[in-house]
């Protein structure tokens, strides 16, 4: 009889106890779901696009145009603070090149020349965090350059001064709109796919070439 009896207490304690525990936890979760901070995620990520368009300043003196359209490729990375349920703020930076070899213009333009883009900014967007995909959507806004180098006589191979070749730099001001996805392989480690087109204004004028992007990489979240 007394065996039994402490058995039943033993269950109403252990019963009790992990009531306590789940109960302690949902508080716990639902104080994290409340709360405005939740978390950061950081990255690296690899791209390649193709950009079109002549920039009309990128003309010969006997008006042929030296305007490369192509492949571009690049590297870069983010960093963002997870706000409420849905919100992301933070700021990125990237560099892309476009050489003359994957270009319209491979025959024209001598090898070493390329268009170079430089940008950085600020970048928000609307996540929708699942349990295996984060899917997103939203935009950054900053600034940059474009530093193109034409040459149109000479090489690279050599010491010698180039018989004919431009450089010039154009600074600017960008929108870029994206749309991605995260693919969550751990809690802390996210390969994330995301696709742009940077749209960037100098003088009231788009900045050409542009066109779309596509990025690979891997985000780890905190």
Not at 8 to 20: G, S
Not at 52 to 76: H, K, W
Not at 174 to 194: E, K, N
């Amino acid at each position: 009889m007394k065996r039994e009896i402490l058995l039943t207490l033993l269950l109403i304690v252990t019963a009790t106890y992990a009531q306590q525990i789940f109960a302690n936890d949902s508080t716990i979760l639902a104080k994290e779901k409340q709360s405005v901070f939740q978390g950061y995620s950081g990255g690296m990520m690899l791209h390649a696009g193709y950009l079109f368009g002549q920039n009309p300043s990128a003309i010969l003196p006997s008006g042929e145009s030296i305007s490369p359209q192509g492949m571009t490729t690049g590297i870069g990375g983010s960093l963002r603070i997870n706000l409420r349920k849905h919100l992301r703020v933070g700021c990125e930076g990237y560099v892309s090149t476009m050489k003359s070899g994957a270009t319209d213009m491979k025959n024209v333009l001598q090898s070493g020349s390329y268009v170079r883009t430089g940008s950085g900014g600020l970048i928000a967007d609307a996540c929708w965090r699942m349990e295996k995909v984060w899917p997103y959507i939203g935009a950054a806004v900053g600034g940059g350059a474009m530093r193109t180098l034409s040459v149109v006589e000479g090489t690279e191979e050599d010491w010698r001064p180039e018989d004919f070749a431009m450089l010039t730099k154009q600074g600017f001001g960008y929108v870029d709109p994206y749309i991605g996805v995260d693919w969550c392989m751990t809690r802390r480690v996210h390969l994330t796919l995301r696709m742009d087109w940077m749209l960037a204004f100098a003088d009231k004028q788009l900045v050409l070439p542009t066109g779309p992007r596509f990025f690979f990489g891997f985000m780890f979240c905190h």
